[in-house]
């Protein structure tokens, strides 16, 4: 099934089989839940998240596309496609990064955590502000477009990779 238009969410949302795809953005609030084999895939648009929606279920949730904003610190959140962009804190959970671009600024707080894994290369055009624990595994190169890393005082960049972190401007 595919939701061509904007779709804002503050209910429930249930992916009991095959894939339920966003294409036209919204503001997913609320919960969304995908069952064992069933995907939700939010894959175009512009995604605003004014509160942190609640991901539940066995099956996949995933990004793979669009614009995806934050008003809201982020808490625990997947991002595997598509652009990061705004103005962008974690705190107080963590967020994994397995491909896509970040473009907008991203401060990890010191009861945060940002994982970068997986085999896709990730792109950074922004800076990234670490006050906590940045982890980086898997075969994924990050490339930097004019991005710049500043690691502050007391926190962890944990480089578990053999993989290049690219000056690509």
Do not use: H, R
Request: proline share 3%; net charge negative.
């Amino acid at each position: 099934t595919i939701i061509q238009v904007p779709f804002y969410n503050t209910g429930t949302v249930w992916a009991l089989s095959g894939t339920l795809s966003f294409t036209g953005g919204g503001t997913p609030g609320g919960t969304f839940t995908a069952a064992a084999g069933a995907t939700v895939n939010f894959a175009s648009g512009n995604f605003t998240f004014s509160a942190m929606p609640d991901f539940e279920g066995a099956g996949t949730i995933q990004f793979t596309g669009g614009n995806i904003y934050f008003t809201v610190p982020i808490t625990n959140f997947s991002f595997g496609g598509g652009t990061l962009s705004g103005t962008n804190l974690v705190s107080g959970g963590t967020l994994n990064w397995t491909g896509g671009t970040v473009s907008g600024a991203l401060t990890v707080a010191a009861n945060g955590t940002l994982n970068i894994s997986g085999a896709d290369t990730k792109t950074l055009n922004t800076l990234l502000t670490n006050w906590g624990t940045v982890t980086w595994t898997g075969s994924g190169n990050v490339g930097c477009y004019y991005g710049t890393i500043y690691n502050q005082p007391g926190a962890l960049l944990d480089a578990q990779s053999d993989q290049l972190l690219l000056n690509a401007n």
